[in-house]
């Protein structure tokens, strides 16, 4: 079965602190792994876009790492800042039109 | 660049009545949009593929006749909740992949970009 789990469900960090969120999918066959973060009442936005043969990708303080063997992906977050408050999403595509979503990881940054 | 509307941003709607929800991808043509559906604290829930042209592809548990889908031209597609109660109300948020006029995707990943979303309230 096609799945996509994200942890943890919810994560609270100081403000200045890095974080990482997981992903793990059993999506099979793979195409591409997205990070994508939902700001409360908005719609997703990428941060990150990976394919089978990358393991690293930046995008600002945003890292997103992708180990294909093991199916698991990480989004680390360096030296948060309250703007990061959102819902961040990891999305597994198996094809142009199959994709399939994780549950998502809330994390709020506090003062 | 690759910006998608939604409209109305917030309906509020009384039982029985039918909602439209209008979703645009303002600088690029996309033969293929997809609706969701969120509720508080879950993440997205793909409910329908819109291809313009053609009939849209529901996915399983989603009523066709209740979510009327209309993918009238390369830049838009609406939903239609019909005879809308308490139990449809939700965050409703579509998404347009860029493609050509035949529906060729322009991204190598098939990125596909989101609206700003449509909160539903049916009272």
């Known amino acids: 079965k096609n799945q996509v789990e994200q942890s943890p469900q919810s994560l609270i960090i100081l403000e200045g602190k890095n974080c990482t969120l997981q992903?793990?999918?059993?999506?099979?066959?793979?195409?591409?792994l997205r990070w994508y973060k939902q700001d409360t009442g908005r719609g997703p936005v990428s941060l990150t876009i990976?394919?089978?043969?990358?393991n690293t990708k930046s995008n600002g303080r945003y890292t997103a790492t992708l180990d294909a063997d093991t199916k698991q992906s990480s989004l680390h977050i360096t030296a948060s800042q309250l703007s990061d408050s959102a819902s961040y999403i990891c999305?597994?595509?198996?094809?142009?039109?199959?994709?399939?979503f994780g549950t998502g990881t809330s994390l709020t940054v506090i003062p | 660049g690759a910006v998608v509307s939604q409209h109305p941003s917030r309906v509020i709607c009384k039982s029985g009545t039918s909602v439209k929800i209008e979703c645009r991808s303002l600088?690029?043509?996309?033969?293929?949009m997809f609706w969701y559906r969120q509720f508080p604290k879950q993440s997205l829930m793909l409910m329908a593929t819109?291809?313009?042209?053609?009939?849209?592809?529901?996915e399983q548990g989603v009523e066709k006749d209740k979510f009327l889908i209309n993918h009238a031209s390369l830049t838009l597609s609406t939903l239609t909740v019909t005879s809308a109660h308490p139990e449809d109300s939700s965050f409703y948020i579509c998404?347009?992949?860029?493609?050509?006029?035949?529906?060729?995707?322009?991204?190598?990943?098939?990125?596909?970009?989101f609206g700003p979303g449509t909160r539903l309230t049916v009272l």
């Open positions: 998404s347009a992949r860029p493609t050509t006029e035949r529906g060729v995707p322009l991204s190598s990943y098939n990125e596909q970009f």
């Open positions: 992903c793990n999918y059993t999506v099979s066959p793979f195409s591409n």
């Open positions: 990976m394919t089978f043969s990358e």
């Open positions: 999305v597994v595509s198996r094809s142009s039109n199959q994709f399939y």
């Open positions: 600088d690029f043509q996309a033969t293929t």
């Open positions: 819109s291809n313009e042209g053609s009939k849209a592809t529901y």
